[in-house]
Every structure is written in C-alpha cells, then in structure tokens.
C-alpha cells in the first residue's frame, strides 16, 4: 500500500503533532528522561469543531483518561496528549489550562471540557516519581505541534520508553488509499514501551518491505528487568466515518500491533484511540441536525482502510525503534537502541 | 429493609470517608463552594490491599478518572476521591502523593499505580475556572477519612453541587440483608448534581418510608438555567462478590437512581463505582493462586442485595437534598434546599 | 407528555405489530400458553432497507439471539421476533424461511442475515418443554403484522406471562415530543414476565397519571414459586438518531423498567432493542456515502425524547397487567390479573 | 512452545469433539458440503457442572447465540456447537432437545437453559439456503465427541467453509505452559472462513515452526468472489482462571489469528469463546459461597498462558488448512486446498 509523503500520522491533512522533551540528571542517580506529545485532530479550536472519535481497550492495565465521554458521545474535544504514567495529572491540568484561555465560555456559560490524555510507565529510564513534567510543558506541546514531518524515536512522551528491550518511543506510519476518484490516509502514531526482545518480528518486516538487505540487531545483553509495558495507538484519517466505524478501525490497529510479536502481557496498558477529521460536529448550533456523509461499510474502501491500519500500526512501531537513539537513564542504567546492519 | 447503624456507606464495616470543603469569595463576584471527598474502601494500606471492584457508566457524558484499570484488573488499589469538573487532576496529583509517599516500591522496584477520582460540574455556583482545589486537599481528605457517622448535604466534593434544582451534594444511606446466620451491609454513597425539580419523587418517598406526616417544599423560583448535571454513585458492601458480580451491583445503583425521578439527561455524567471489602487481594504474593469464597448468583441473598442497592441509592439522593442548607454561590447565585415541611 | 392515538409503539408511522397465540390443552395437566410476537419497524423489505438499531443488556440471564451484529453494524435487518424461551430455534428458523423466500439473492449472491429474536420462560404456566411453537407460527406472526391498535395482554408471547405475580404478557405505550415544529413519536412495546407483587408501584403510577380514582387490586395468594423471570423492552422512534443515540435510548427504557419498582432480578433477561425508522440504509447501494440527518445530542427534544422513552416503557409494563386476562395453565396453576377497582 | 500429545483442543484434559459432516449432491447442481462440530468442555452434565467461560467480539458481523448469558453470568452450562449460518436454528434445537433430555428439571422446577451455537457462511461451496442440516445432527455430534485426536479440515461444521481462498474448515492445535510444579494447557480449535490468499502469511511460519524445508503453494485462480467469510475461535484451558481472565484469554486469540495474516474484514464475523474447565461451578448447591482458587494475574505463568493462545491460535488456523481437501461444491465450484511442497 501506498504511504504518504511523510509516512507519518501528519499525511492526513491538518493533523499535527508537537513534542516537548525533558532530559535533566538528578542527584542520586536520578534521571529525568520523559516528556509530552501532543495530537491535535486539526488546526482549528478542537471544542468548537469536535471531531468523531472511538477507543478499543486491548488490555486495560493503563490509566488513560477520557475515554468515558468519547465513548458515549462519539466526539473528541481536545488534543490527544501522551506523556508518562504519573504526569498524566499535571499534563491534564495544563491541557485543560490551555482549552479555557481559548475558549472563555467553558465552564461559565456552556457546557464542561473532555480532555483525553495517554500514558505508559517510563520508570525504567525516568525518575518517574519525581514527576517533573509540569502543565506548562503540556501547553508548549500543544504550541509547538505542526503538521509536516515528525520527530520519531526518543522524544516527548517517548523519551524514555523501551519498547521489545530496545529504546524506542514515538513511532509513526501512514497509509493512502483510493478507489475510483476517491482518496482517504490513514495516520497511526504509537508510544511504543512493551515488549521482549525475543517476541520481535520486526526482521521478516524489514524482509518484505523493502529493507531486504538489511537485517535488525539486538543488542546482546540479560533481560530487562522492568514490570510489563504498555502502548498507546492513535488513529488518524480523513475518511468520514462516524464513532462505531472508528471503533472499528481501533480494532484493526490492535491486529497490527500483535504482528509486531507481543502477546499483550498481563501489566501492559494497550489502548487505541482512533478520530476521524473528514468532517466536524460544531458544539453549538441553530440546528436540530448534523449530515455528515458516512462511508458505507460494506463499500470496497473500508476493508482498504483496515489493511491501511493494520499496516500503518505495524509499521509505526517498528519505526519508533528505527528512530530512537540509545539512552542512559537513571541508575546509569543504558538501554541501547536496536541497530540497522546490512546483511 | 433494616439500614445500618449511621445509614451511611460506613455501615460497611472499615470504610472510611472523609471531605474537605473549600468556601471562600472572590472578587468580581466570584466564589469558591467546592471541595473534595475520599472514600476509602479499608483502613489498611490499600495499593497493597486491593479490593474487587467494577464500574457502569449509566451515562458516560463525565471525566472520571480510573476505570479502564479497574475494568481490565476488577481491583480497587487506590481511595476513590469526589470533586469538581476542573478539579480532578488536582486531586488525581494529591492522591498520587499519598500513595507514592505511602509505598515506597511504586515504579520504582514494583508496578505503577491507579487512582479513581469522579467528579461533578459544580459551575453554576463555584468559580469552577479559577481551579482552587490543590493537591494538598485531596491528601487531607484521605487524611480526615474515618468510620462513624458521615457529614453529608453541601460538604466536601458535594459543596457546590445542586439536585433537582435545590441544593444538595453528599448524601447516603445503608441496608443490612440477612439469610439465616449470614448478615451482609450494603453502602451507598451519592455526589449529587442533576435533574429538573419537576421530575423529583422525594414526596411519594416520604410518604413510604416513615416520613408520611412530612413535605418537602421546593422553592418557587424559575428553572435554573444551567447545563445538565450529573451523578457519582459509591456502592460499597462487604458480601464477598467477584468484579462481574459488583457490575450487577452498579447497575442496581442505576435502578435506585431513576427511581428518583430523572430520565438520565444528555449532559450528566451517571457514573457508578462498586466495590466489595469483603476480601482482598495482596498486591504481590508468593502464591499462585487467590481462593476468596465467592457469594453464589443464585443464592437468594443475592436478590436481597440488589434490592438493598436499589433501596439505598434511592435513598442516598434523598439525603443528599435533606442535608443540604441553601447556598450562595458566584454572581450572588442562591441555591434554596428543600425544605421538610409539617402536613 | 403527550400519548400517540393507539398509545403504543404503532404510533410511531409504519411500525407493524402482529401476534400468533397458542392456546391448547395437552395429557397430564399439560398446556400451551404460548405464542409469537412480530415487530416490523418498517412496511417495506427490512433487508434491502435495514434500519438503524442498538441495544442495551441490563440483566443478561437471557437468550436473544441477534444482537452481536446489530451491535457491530449499528442495524436491524429482519423483524424483532418475541416468544418464549425454548422456542427461539423454532421461531429463528421460521423468520428465516420468510426472510429468504422474500430475498432470493441472500446467501447466493450477496451476505446472509440477521435475525433478532427474544425471548421469555413462560414455563409456569406453558409447558414450555413441549416446544409446540412451529416455524410457520412465526411467519403467520409477521403475516399478521399490521398498523394501528395492538392487542396486548395475554396474547402472542405475552399468553403464558407473569409479571408482578399477576397475568401480564405484552404491554405497549407512545409518548409524542414537540420542540417548535419538529415532532417526534416514541412507541414502546414490552414482554413482562418479572417481578414479585411486593415490589410493583402501579398504584403510584395510577394515582399520578388520571387513574387516581382507581386502584389495582392484586390477587391475595402465596407467593408464585417460579424462577426470576426476564422482560423484552422495544423501543421504536422515527426520531432520526444512529446506533449510539441508540443505545442512550435503551438505557433510558431501563430507567423506566425500574421505576416500576423491579431490583432486576439475578435470573432475569431484562434486554431492551431500539430503532429508528427515521431513516432507513439501503443494503446495497452505488453511493459510496450515506447522509441521514442525525438529530444533535444537545439539542432541547433529546432530553424529552429520553423522558418520553421512561414514561413509555413505565406505562408499557403497566399495561401489560391492565390487558391481561386470568389464565390457568399446566398443572392447573391458575394466575390472576390484577383488578383496577374503584375506590 | 511445547504442544500437547495431540497438538489439538482435546489435550486441555476431559474436552471433548465431536463431528457430523453432511455431503450432498442436489439437483439442479446444488450441493451439500456442511455440518455441524461440537465441544463439550467436560465429560459430566454440563448443566449441572458449569464452566467459567467468556467471549470477546473482535467483529461482530455474526450471528452466534448464547454470549449474553455467557457475559452475565459468566458460565457455560452446554456444548459450544458450530455450524452453518443458517442452521444454527436447527442445531440449537438439536442441542436443547439433547440437554433437555438429560436435564429433566429445567425449566420444570429449576430454571431454564443457555445453549451456545457459533457459525461461519459456507454459502460459495454449499447451498446453504437448502438448511439441510436437522436437530438430530447437532445431536449425533455431541454423542460422538470424544477425547483423543480430532478430525480436521473439511469436516463438520468444516465441511465447506473456505480461509484464504483454499479449502479450510477445522483447525486446532495446544500448547503446554509451566512454570515450576504446576502445568496448564491451552487448546484452541478453530472454524476458518475468511480472508484473502496474498494476505496469508503461512509460509513465514512454516520457515519458523519446523517446516523450513517445505513451501505452501496457493492454487493459481481468481480471486474468490464472495462475501467476506467468518471466523469462529474456541479457546480451552485447564488453568483456574475466571470469566474476566478468560476474556483476556479470548482477546490473545484475537492477536494470534492477526499473526494469519487478515486484517479482519467488514463482512466478517469473527467471534472468540473461552472457557476453563480447571474448575466447575455446579448449578445448584446448598452451600452460600464457592472458593475457586483462581491464578494470580501478576503470576508469571499468565504471559506464558497468553503466548500459548497466540500460537495456539495462529497455528489452528494453520491447520485447518493443511488438513482440508480440495472440495467441490455447489454450481461446480472447486476450492483447491494448498500444498505443502518439498523446497
């Protein structure tokens, strides 16, 4: 299938993403190494022009937070922030901070905000109890995102992340498909922190995309040692479905995902958020109605756009080991990144 | 149905409950009615005694906080903390010091941690923008948490909150089911926030249960324009029942609620969290294996239970309007209680 | 709220309803108190134009079968078809055969189907074990379909019912919503067969709702010895919503099944199935698209739609016990209605 | 990953198979090619000794009977029979009829029965619409199921269904988990019918799974023009685990049949059912509790369990094609089976 020009979730139109990294040593060995990623569905005031979203749990030892409100109203009203587990509050709070200082109304005279904020458990690498990601850095993500290309590897909520024993963290990949005159992308972005080394299928991938020549290395070295990780998938397209289609779609990322090798450990908080941006729901209107045009399910398109996700999430998790660097975390302890060898 | 001694969510034998309650004017009209309040399903370190827990979300238009662990794990490790909409992660940041102060091993040698906090949107009355609850808080409310009898109306998460348009918040209420030699206590705590003063069946309640020589006036006034609220509902017992059993229980809740009267309105956030202290279950464990004696679905109890459930949440929203006192609240906004009136 | 001209879900335009009773004597104190419901949401070829449909398990100790696919696709594609529990195969087959012999591309040239059926033990009073339900009953059920006033009562599934220890069966009730000059219809048709005496409140209902020189009368008798029974809910609205706005509604029908004073009892199916016929979806079609006008979840006619659905499932189990007739069944057990007396 | 002596469902200890294939020819060039598969969790009266069982919907285009019961109460109380889509009536009465004889009190003076019946549509081979398979085949399946090996390929309920555009039907293989002194299997079996032959990805598994040697050559054809097929995946263990730990189980399969290569299509119904019978719930008791001792979800043995259903799965699948015969069904369509040839 055909990728985008940036195979990155910002294929699809008007998706950006924004970083912002902390990387800081600490007394006593400490380190810091962790950050915040923002995923704004589109440019404009995401409260005001909703888009459809859904969420699949695939294993739910994981502490994201609003899902609830997606779930039962079918919409997105806020950036998808990602950071590490224990800042999931003070990167709620400075999302927050930032949707009222746009949108003055919040809270006075309409309705409340629903904020969906991801986490996995950086602690390996992070001083993760010292919790030093602030609002602010959550606010600086949301500023910063762009559409473009992307930084990948160990960067804003990957920092720290380990993902099949070897540095790992921001991954992303895309998708085109076509029918006839019609064109969707599919954009998947993951925060990769899962995984043994021995699970990884990522050499057959490489065989038969195109990297044939190349072979991936593991870096030899005892088991890592950590609790199970997790991993968060988003979703992108401009395709118009609506919040069960999505569902959907989240479903098919998880099959991409476990192409990848794992087996979903028991501690591992897998969770899949999915949007469409192909068309907004305005939250306040004179009309009784929305029309969107929705893609009929059973249309040749919508098993395309599965397989788009299903490749798409596959490969953004390979990616995000392709571009990470190694690290030095807390405790001195390394973990080196996977290295690309010709055979 | 005989209710317990202080017919409050303390009946449960070792559950603790505990507010802090913020009242303070702001200038421009502004004022802080709000708070926070733990629940605390045991007295004991509770990461490293969980407790079998599950949710249902009667109406997910709400931004609790934790469930998609409680989902996946069917455990509780964490107090279940009420407050306002913008305050959640405050109190999300508050509990999470607690705990990390509490357990030393948290991601640092062992797993991470999982906290619930729920919430209601208490803007009408409190400058909910101005965010004045802090971390600090929420620690006090655990802090403060004890057995006996429980403060309840317009106190701690339940300071601002209004219900069939009269003043309300914390409310609750308890049942004791027996069976031959077998005594099980069923308690229901309410944070209160939703419905239109016509749809409240409080008198035909009355007159049922005790109280048929009373009225309760709702003030003559006009509706009060404000968003569609919503509920948190703490179901806590001690009959030893699994996750999937507790789900039956949460659902009971929601039975207990629309008895009151409401229809369930778009913008409410009707959010139930059940727990059972019967048993616990060790966070980590040389065993294999956990053998807790598990209530039979078709022992008759267990429609005793539901019907405890359904009688006492009932009644919890009920209590939450009988103890409330007429508040004023931002922009000079009076909220009136009911009052209980002599026939 | 307003009610329809029939004061049942055949209010809501082309909605059909069509009844099979099965009344006979067998050996040894046997009987047939048995029979078949057909609820057609449309006039036309349900599965070239399928409808949009959800449902909501409240207690799922029951048998439908079909509701997986509704729930992934979001539509309903044959008749809702009720009967009592061991007939499920019989009647499945039989709207099967009617389905096929009117689509003759199904399964040949295009997918298969769908079917819906649900269910309730009526085994009290039918000798249920005799399965004398025949496929062609439930094709003559659906032949029977028609608009306007519905039989209810003792009739088609309702024959061998018990609700509230009196005769019950099927009940229906409509409410109309009105906001400026849109109007919309909810109809709602109920298959009771639960409850213990002591916990109905139609005597509330009576007294609120033009009834309040009435009182219903229950038989004075022991307690009826039988298992938990269960209850279909079918909600039918032209309001133009989709499978998720859907799924809002069942939960309010849930609402109002527990006002009626229930604790939904373990061995109960308490399951409720709503569509819309506001719009229907081709099942094949050249467009890649499909644009139904979808009624906004904040627009001021959803919240009356949700009380509509309370008041109309309340009314609807009601009149199913106002309907019914006294019945004597195997084993000479002998039900009585329940008598609306003057006071 | 070690398998068990028969690399099938029926090493779990006591879990039975059992087949009736039904080859016809029919006038006019129809042809019968179906039957019916049955799995019997244990050798006792399934009814009177329950097994904890749960489901996972990875897409719900299928109409499999039974799961809601199965979701609530969280047992499976009969055989799991598969079939065709539009025999699943027939083999549902075929499977009361037999409980109902062995089970004289149900729903005479105990309550009534849930039975479980999957499908997958084997329209394109058989002529499905005929429904030739009777109540009495779903009863000579579940009389002739036995421990031991199993048949698989295209057999029962097998007979015609077709998976990657090759023969298929039947599959199942098991693996073997231990940690220390305690040994658990898990045994998977498998009815494939879907996807498209340039997405399987046999061939790399056989290059890691100890047929490096060999190479499985896909019929040169057309595509298949049919409807996307279905999948229905039956997960076995004797391991001690609940209703919530078996739906984690069903999900793993999801993530093994993934590793097949699909990519989960529109039309699809792929259904996943689990069940343990490391213990049995018994359907009445004098006793108030039951004390399972259920596995520790943080014991190491759960991520070896969730890898052993990974493989189990991707290598039923598997199976079930390199078992199958080239089949000719109905309008003379031929569907070869692939070959496994010497490299």
């Known amino acids: 299938m055909k990728k985008g020009k940036w195979n990155a979730i910002?294929?699809?139109p008007n998706v950006k993403v924004g970083h912002v990294t902390l990387d800081?040593?600490?007394?006593?060995?400490?380190?810091?190494?962790?950050g915040v990623t923002a995923i704004l569905p589109h440019a404009g005031n995401l409260f005001e022009q909703k888009v459809p979203a859904a969420s699949f749990i695939l294993n739910g030892f994981g502490k994201t937070v609003g899902l609830i409100q997606v779930d039962e109203l079918g919409v997105l009203e806020s950036p998808i922030m990602l950071t590490n587990t224990f800042s999931v509050a003070q990167v709620l709070q400075g999302t927050l901070d930032y949707m009222l200082a746009q949108n003055k109304t919040i809270a006075d005279t309409t309705s409340s905000l629903n904020i969906v904020v991801g986490e996995c458990n950086d602690s390996y690498l992070n001083s993760m109890r010292e919790m030093k990601v602030q609002a602010h850095h959550a606010i600086e993500a949301i500023q910063q995102a762009a559409t473009g290309p992307i930084e990948q590897g160990a960067v804003g909520a990957g920092k720290g992340m380990i993902c099949y024993e070897v540095k790992a963290g921001i991954g992303s990949s895309s998708r085109i498909v076509s029918y006839e005159s019609t064109t969707y992308t599919v954009g998947v972005l993951t925060l990769t922190n899962f995984g043994k080394a021995a699970e990884c299928k990522i050499n057959d991938w490489l065989q038969k995309n195109g990297y044939n020549q190349y072979e991936a290395i593991f870096p030899t070295r005892e088991e890592v040692e950590k609790p199970d990780g997790s991993v968060m998938i988003i979703v992108a397209t401009d395709a118009p479905v609506n919040e069960r289609q999505l569902k959907r779609f989240?479903?098919?990322a998880a099959i991409g995902l476990g192409r990848t090798g794992t087996s979903v450990h028991n501690g591992s908080g897998d969770i899949i958020i999915a949007f469409s941006n192909g068309y907004t729901i305005p939250h306040s209107a004179d009309d009784t109605t929305i029309s969107p045009a929705l893609l009929r399910d059973d249309h040749p398109i919508m098993n395309d756009l599965f397989l788009a996700i299903v490749e798409a999430t596959e490969e953004a998790v390979y990616q995000s080991l392709l571009h990470a660097e190694t690290t030095t975390g807390r405790q001195g302890r390394v973990?080196?990144?996977?290295?690309?060898?010709?055979?």
């Open 10 to 12: 910002t294929d699809v």
């Open 24 to 34: 800081e040593e600490l007394p006593n060995e400490g380190a810091i190494r962790t």
């Open 250 to 252: 989240a479903k098919r």
């Open 335 to 343: 973990i080196e990144k996977c290295i690309l060898e010709k055979k």
